[in-house]
């Protein structure tokens, strides 16, 4: 439309709209019944009427609108100039669908750094992201991305810089449309086993991860490409029952697994199936409860058919006194326990894995944490140690306790300080770290699970 067209347009609307204003100001501000002997008042003469031409210019302008809107350009939005990317499809606008097939992304940057420093000339850290050396360590700069594709997907992924390079993480899409309280995922995800495994470092109460997860799935934690299915089930509690397919190679992913061969798939055997069911229980207004059992199993190359077993069950307790009015006190308690049963020619393996731990938020920008770690030795079927050639120093039991405190100077950065103390049966000394690390976070980043 062009500039006199939208002239005409408010000149239609003002005059349109005077008698209406005229008699509301006139009903706003009715004075009181004049004196009987006051003089008479001239009346106002009425609002001049449109010209003829007038009204041809208003019909014109009223129909070059609609001849573009039946043509896919809005009323209103504007076009970009035909010398840029994207010059022949108008702006994308939130809540109008513009014929584009445009979404909007929730993308955010995630920077993770410490500085470390250990005793051990070779510290034990089983994370990919956890500090590892004396000095100054990049953890990750994580790009999280998130959308709702249309009525019926979702997209999400978390793909990790490091010094070294870059790695796709996660990148997965669920369903958002299934009948029967389902859904899917498709695509390359953590798998939901125990707690700790789906999460990434910003949701850690801790520096770095639990061994238990380094020493049993692998570095980067349990996850693979392949497919998972959800159900809530219809209970008067709730109860998710999930169950996925993934592939079970990768040494830094599917360690008790195939890990680092190159195994091909030939049949649903190849493949690592995991298994899990989630219960909430709000046992009152302040306190929560959530508990899980986990399973996963798929071969392992140690022989033919031979197959790795994982059982896992975990707590997560949570205490936020929500009755009481500005109280910002959250104490929390989480625990986790792992088995694995590991077939190796001649013998099964056993291994006994677990952490707890407790974090204490005694204020909006303070908090504190403890956890304690402990990882037994492998174990044949009679009972006696034997070395697994997973970790072939691994011959003793080892523990580990943590202590730390942390500092939000806003809801976009954090500082932790954290101190540990690492004592493994199979060496001559415990080891001991401390550890800063700062956080920062940019760009609109989604809720994290309960």
Sequence with gaps: MDTRSRAVRGAVIAVSLTPWLLSSSALAQEPAAPPADAPVQPQEAPPPSLTPAELKEIEDALGSDAAAAQQGAPTGTATAPSGMPGATSALSIPGVNNGAGANFLD????????AAAFTDKEPMQSGAHDPTRNGFNLQQLELSIGSV???????????????FGVEIEEAYGTTLALPYNL??????????????NPTHPHSWDFVDQPFAVGRIFGAEGNRGLG???????PLPWYVEVLGSITDATGEATARSFLGATSERVQSPLDLQATGAVKQ????????????????????????????????????????????QAYNTTLITFQTEAYYRRRQVPGDVLTDFNLYAQTAWRFSPRWATALRYELGTAARGEGGERIADPLDPEWTESRNRVSVNATFWPTEFSRLRLQ????????????????????????????????
């Design 107 to 114: 993308l955010s940057f995630i920077l993770d750094v410490a």
């Design 280 to 323: 909430f229980f709000p046992l009152s207004d302040d306190l929560s409860l959530m508990w899980g059992l986990s399973t996963a199993t798929g071969p392992n190359p140690t022989g033919h058919r031979n197959r790795t077993d994982v059982f896992g069950t975990d707590i997560y307790l949570r205490y936020r006194p929500v009755t």
């Design 149 to 163: 594709v249309d009525p019926y997907f979702r997209f999400d992924g978390n793909i990790v810089f490091s010094q």
């Design 227 to 233: 497919t998972e299915v959800s159900w809530l089930a």
């Design 183 to 196: 859904q899917v995922r498709a695509g390359q995800f953590l798998t939901r086993f125990g707690r700790i």
């Design 419 to 450: 101190a540990a103390r690492d004592r493994a049966g199979w060496r001559d000394e415990a080891g001991y770290s401390l550890m800063l690390a700062l956080e920062l976070v940019t760009g609109a980043h989604g809720a994290h699970a309960f």
